[in-house]
């Protein structure tokens, strides 16, 4: 069928690729970005040296896929938690060194297993659970700044809402967040979303758009 055909061409043209990697930890605090990315990239430093790079947060079942925050301050993890790496496709073998290793982050010990690679799926509408922003932007002024830097990446937009500004801790300094999601994206914007993300501090796990839980793939991909 033509869609999986085109599947395949899509996701043979992004440039990012994420690896995940099973892990073993029961519990992290809700704000644990910075530390986990400080302790990977003790382990591999040289993913400092790509910006678009990133490392996923980790959320629990419950945060529907890290959209909502939960109101406690504790992230309870299950078995298929996995950490997630976004990096260019020619390094995934680089990252296995990460495999069979335990790191500590804030006090909580996480064995990470093995990895598997995982393609880009193709879908109409994508999130970010943390976009930096200004602490005196509007939300009108944010989503605008964004539909302006997308535009710079060939991105054009027409759906995006965000949600509430809220905090996160980087390098022992208080940054403002919001989460983000766009919708009706056709297939090539959903893919190069995907590969550039939005605004900085992607190591951090900002900026990175994923799939919302609730949409289809590709194969129920139907463009008016």
């Known amino acids: 069928m033509w869609e999986e055909e085109e599947e395949l061409q899509l996701k043979g043209t992004s440039r990012m690729i994420d690896v995940a990697f099973r892990i073993e930890c029961k519990t992290l605090p ?5 530390d986990l990315s400080n302790e990977i990239t003790k382990n ?7 910006q678009l790079t990133g490392i996923q947060t980790l959320h629990g079942p419950e ?7 939960s109101e406690k301050e504790e992230i309870f993890l299950s078995k298929r938690t996995r950490l997630v790496l976004r990096i260019p496709r020619g390094d995934i073998y680089k990252v296995k ?4 290793i335990e790191i500590n982050v804030l006090g909580n010990n996480i064995k990470i297993g093995k990895s598997n690679t ?7 509408d994508l999130i970010s659970r943390f976009v930096l922003c200004d602490k005196d932007e509007t939300e009108e002024e944010f989503l605008l700044g964004v539909k302006k830097e997308l ?3 060939g991105v054009s937009i027409k759906k995006a809402i965000c949600g509430k ?3 996160l801790t980087i390098n022992g300094k208080s940054k403002i967040t919001r989460s983000l999601m766009i919708a009706d994206l056709s297939k090539e914007n959903s893919v190069l979303l995907q590969d550039t993300g939005v605004g900085s501090g992607r190591i951090y796990g900002c900026g990175i758009f994923l799939p919302h839980k609730s949409i289809d793939a590709v194969s129920g991909f139907k463009e008016d």
């Open 63 to 69: 945060s529907g896929n890290g959209w909502v925050r």
């Open 44 to 50: 591999l430093p040289w993913l400092l040296d790509d």
């Open 118 to 124: 995982k393609t880009f799926l193709i879908v109409r």
């Open 97 to 100: 060194e990460l495999e069979n």
């Open 165 to 167: 500004a809220k905090s």
């Open 151 to 153: 535009l710079t990446h």
């Open 30 to 34: 809700y704000d644990h970005a910075c």
